[in-house]
């Protein structure tokens, strides 16, 4: 029984060590680049967002929040008090909505992260989820135009933690918490990744997520709620089951239902959005995801 076990241990601290050298450069430099844009460049992509003119082309407006939400380095605890300052300054609902979802779906550090899935994996992740907040944005404009859309009343202006005065510590410290909230997770979705790697066949993998079938999307939708708890910790168990044949479609609606549905952050977005508009939040990211990895597997 003990030599099974430790033969066990052996074959999953192999494939940890495996993933581990092929994913951690890439968590590295996500965090560097991260902490790098949070520091000197997060207030100069906010104020761009306060600045847009709130009498100008809606059209063009959704589109630029969408672009400053994934640049925007924040994840959705940040997101949504940067959305309530916004709003109390004029930002029009669509706009809000676009910013939100786009910068609740992406950032600057975890796109270095997806590159860790190549090439094909990291732009189907980027134009999806920049696609997911212009589409978000225009859902509001047409849908809600007569109506408000959040409500932001109790939630204040987020505090900066990045004061300090020497530009080197503060640098310093952004990355020391980066690294406390992304560390952990990242090392579980390592652990999580060589404990599939062992254990789960490659036949159940493709049988679950593969193919151009509407059912792999619909399960990979799925289990990305509840699995999703970092960026980072499911960048190795997504390159280990698109190498055992999960297909581009369905690691694209995981990719879209995990951010937005993450556990920990859906109390605050319940306040912002009232339980029908929240409902309401649910079912367009399902049918966005499933449209989306629909259409992916269909022409990929």
């Known amino acids: 029984m003990f030599e099974i076990l430790k033969r066990e241990i052996i074959y999953i601290w192999y ?6 050298r092929q994913i951690f450069l890439y968590w590295l430099i996500g965090m560097v680049i991260g ?25 063009i407006g959704i589109i630029a929040a969408s672009i400053l939400g994934v640049l925007s380095p924040l994840c959705m605890y940040g997101t949504i008090p940067i959305a309530a ?24 550090q975890l796109i270095i992260y997806s590159a860790a899935l190549g090439v094909k994996v990291l732009v189907v992740r980027i134009v999806t989820c920049f696609l997911c ?4 944005g225009l859902v509001i404009r047409f849908f809600f135009k007569k109506k408000n859309f959040f409500r932001f009343e109790s ?9 300090d005065p020497n530009i080197f510590k503060r640098l310093l410290k952004n990355l020391y918490r ?6 952990l997770y ?7 990744s060589a404990i599939f790697q062992r254990y789960v066949p490659a036949e159940a993998v493709t049988f679950m997520f593969g193919g151009n079938e509407a059912w792999g999307v619909l399960m990979a939708s799925t289990v990305g709620v509840p699995l999703y708890v970092c960026g980072g910790g499911t960048i190795p168990i997504l390159k280990t089951w698109l190498m ?57």
Not at 35 to 57: A, E, Y
Not at 155 to 163: G, L, Q, S, V, Y
Not at 178 to 183: D, P, V
Request: aromatic share 14%; proline share 2%; charged share 15%.
């Open 186 to 192: 990242f090392l579980i979705g390592i652990l999580l």
């Open 35 to 59: 902490s790098i844009i949070s520091v000197f460049f997060k207030d100069k992509i906010h104020n761009l967002m306060r600045n847009m003119k709130s009498d100008g082309s809606s059209i």
């Open 244 to 300: 055992n044949g999960m297909s581009l479609g369905s690691a694209a609606a995981f990719m879209i239902t995990g951010p937005a549905t993450k556990i920990t952050n859906l109390g605050a977005l319940k306040v912002v959005l009232g339980i029908k508009h929240f409902l309401f939040y649910w079912a367009f990211i399902i049918v966005y995801a499933c449209l989306s990895g629909i259409l992916i597997n269909l022409v990929l």
């Open 85 to 108: 300052s916004f709003s109390r300054g004029g930002i029009r609902d669509e706009w809000l909505a676009s910013f939100m979802m786009s910068s609740i779906l992406l950032n600057p």
């Open 133 to 136: 907040g212009i589409v978000a």
């Open 178 to 183: 980066n690294f406390r909230a992304t560390g």
């Open 15 to 20: 494939y940890f060590t495996v993933q581990f």
């Open 155 to 163: 939630f204040d202006e987020p505090k900066n933690r990045d004061t």
